[in-house]
């Protein structure tokens, strides 16, 4: 039971009540009848104001045409609370209604923990709404990387909260395993496969130099030998022709935009061409199982590893040419074909099929967009890195443009990471490539200290992860800190079992009327918030919250446990703080599984 919930209900009911007497009464000229949902309720920060408060006389002032605080004294005078949780209301300031609450609710709040046990903090605020969160999406180009360990935190655990607030969710992971970005992998595997063949070979223009690639050149010779591979200079050499029109970015494939004019391209050579593409799904085979491999050591797992490949078979970009042109928001100019995107709120038009006849990396993004919202998604959420902050604008216009609600798209951005070693930036990889592997990073932090302090930030602030904090093992160290609680808790019941006490039994009979002193009653209306920060976070988009809170109750468990001696000599007391330490530990469980966070019960 949800007994914060409850009591917020029956504050919503008593000041609409109070209102509507107040209106029936003659003292206020509202020209409708006040419904609790109406009424916003909310937890005063200074607990000096009120165990919750209202600021309605504020907001209907206008609509009454009264003072806010002649409305909320009306109020007041109108209250009924008999069978609420509710002992007194207090007008306050300009017009704030404060409210404090009998002590019988902080027992029922605590019996309402005990009884919820794991299912407590969960809400239904989604309804059953489909969410697909996809998140990390990294190139299938090279191993993750320890920006993709943030991404992978933040969208995790955002996917947990949501479940957890009654959204049907869905975790995605988007690869990008087609076009120019894979010809350019194919490139380099070419030259790794001749370099260790003893031939001179040197990496074309923008193909990925990572020396992984070495590795899985050599697998592939084993398995596949290479005697298949074409006879002459490569396509990027002789003739003429250098480069490639195109050289891949980190994260995107080309740019979407229409050059000024064509650039060199390759020379034409079918068999080298299929030989690179033999070599680019082998290597990509091997990257994205890498990646699994990291991601499932790092406790994340996804529904589904949807390809650039499939879309591209199911003809999905043609289609959404196609469906734009006969929608006439499609046009030729300059050879190219162009989406009229600023007539759904982009600042230009975007190009879509350039002069070469290849579609820019928009359109097999849109067609990606449109096969969720066909598996019958109702919300998509995308996490981004920062460098394609904007691109939101361009793939909404497109998909309005194809009748789809682009406010059902939401994306997210997040900001970097910096690694701090002793105050100072730190990278840890050797590697070519100027990546910080995650698989490098993972062997330096334990995946509980990284999930922690990876989500400890809000998703639009850079963070410095320190290496240093993250690896104390103190109470300096936030994650240990939490977890440390959570270990007390164990520690003290194996303690009372050790001492005779029938935890069970007392569990289910203490007196919880016994918990008077601040300690105990500030701890029991911490622990009552975890609903309401669960619903928070999901409807926020705000997980970072959840580091915050559970800190706020172990920090609440450790005052308790100084001030208050838990297993005393009188029996009924030590129950009703055992009842208290039970229902913390289930708080600290729930949050710390929310986050994927172990909770240990020795330290």
Known sequence: MNVAAQVRAQIQQLVADGLNRAKAAGELSLGRDVTPADIQVERPKDRAHGDWATNAAMVLAREARTAPRQIAEAVVRHLEARGTFVERAEVAGPGFINFYLKDEWLAAALRGILSAGPEFGKVNVGRGQRVLVEFVSANPTGPLNVVSARHATVGDVLAEVLAWAGFEVDREFYVNDAGNQVRMLGAAMDVRVRQLLGENAELPEGAYPGEYLVDIAREYISQHGADDRPQGPPPWAGDGATEPARTPSADVEGDDEEPAAPARKWRHDPAYEAWLHRLARFA????????????????????????????????????????????????????????RSTTFGDDKDRVLVKRDGNFTYIVPDVAYHVNKFERGYDHLINLLGRDHYGYHVR????????????????????????????????????RRGEFVAMSDFLKEVSVDAARWFFLMRSTDSELDFDLDLANLQTSDNPVYY????????????????????????????????????????????????????????????????????????ASGFHSFYTHCRVLGEDPDLSGARLALCAATRQVLANALAIMGINAPEEM
Not at 396 to 401: D, G, M, N, T, V
């Open 284 to 339: 990509v085979e091997r990257i994205v199982d890498g990646q699994k491999a990291v991601l499932r050591g790092y406790r994340v797992e996804f529904d589904r590893w949807f390809h650039e490949s499939e879309v591209r078979a199911a003809r999905g970009p043609e289609t959404v040419v196609a469906r734009l042109r006969e929608a006439g928001h499609a046009y030729e100019a300059d050879g190219a074909v162009w989406i």
């Open 395 to 430: 793939l909404k216009a497109a998909l309005a443009a194809l009748g789809f609600n682009p406010d059902a798209l939401e994306i997210i951005y997040l900001q970097m990471v910096h690694l701090v070693r002793g105050g100072q930036e730190v990278r840890m990889s050797k």
């Open 482 to 553: 939490v977890q440390y609680a959570h270990a007390r808790i164990c520690s003290i019941f194996r303690q009372a079992e050790a001492a005779g006490f029938a935890v069970e039994q007392v569990l289910d009979n203490a007196p919880l009327e016994r918990l008077v002193e601040e300690p105990e009653r500030e701890l029991v209306r911490k622990l009552a918030e975890f609903p309401d920060e669960v619903e928070l976070a999901a409807v926020r988009r705000e997980p970072h919250r959840l580091t915050r809170y559970a800190h706020e109750v």
